[in-house]
């Protein structure tokens, strides 16, 4: 409850860069997700996640899309 999570980076990530759980106000702020490297399925490819939670707002956050295959 009432936490944040701010310029961070996350790179080569098989699954969320930042993941919100079970949480409530929440902030994520000016952090990027680089080069993941799962495959593009089965809700494996999610930069933020935001899972049970409520109130979270996520803002000037980046994403890269790679192409993988297996």
């Known amino acids: 409850m009432n936490g944040w999570v701010r ?3 996350g ?3 098989k699954r969320s860069a930042v993941l919100v759980g079970d949480s409530l106000y929440v902030t994520v702020r ?3 997700s680089l080069q ?3 495959r ?3 809700g494996r490819r999610y ?3 935001n899972s049970d939670s409520s109130m979270v707002l996520f803002y000037n956050c980046y994403s890269e899309y790679r192409e993988f295959s297996l």
């Open 11 to 13: 790179m080569h990530m």
């Open 7 to 9: 310029d961070c980076t």
């Open 47 to 49: 930069a933020f996640s």
């Open 40 to 42: 593009i399925r089965g």
């Open 30 to 32: 000016d952090c990027k």
């Open 36 to 38: 993941p490297v799962s």
